[in-house]
């Protein structure tokens, strides 16, 4: 996956991550990672999980789409078990605390230059 935005003085990772969630389609994931990638660097997914921990506006941005690269569902600001909640009323199956990437996961991202 190449690099979607190139930051610069105006753009902060937060906004360009924020936008990238709003891309993820209902009924799909995607992975920290993946996001990583878009901002740049596969090495920033532990910074997307901490920049998504801040997201103040759950109902609008749907950070509980985003899990981790194994599958696992990973953390969530409102606990795991609402995550758990949300991703199933999306209509996203989840088996011995694991997605199928293969199945739900998303990556199609816009080229979007800011």
């Given at each position: 996956?190449?690099?979607f ?11 360009v991550l ?12 995607t ?32 950070c ?7 599958g ?10 609402e ?32």
């Amino acid at each position: 996956m190449p690099l979607f935005y190139s930051m610069n003085s105006h753009t902060t990772y937060k906004q360009v991550l924020y936008t990238l969630l709003l891309e993820i389609p209902k009924g799909r994931v995607t992975t920290y990672k993946s996001l990583a990638i878009c901002l740049g660097s596969p090495h920033l997914a532990r910074y997307v999980g901490t920049l998504l921990g801040q997201n103040e506006d759950l109902s609008r941005y749907p950070c509980y789409r985003v899990i981790c690269s194994n599958g696992s569902i990973g953390g969530y600001r409102l606990g795991v078990e609402e995550k758990r909640i949300r991703l199933s009323n999306d209509g996203i199956t989840i088996h011995n605390s694991t997605i199928d990437l293969s199945r739900y996961g998303f990556s199609s991202f816009s080229s979007i230059s800011l």
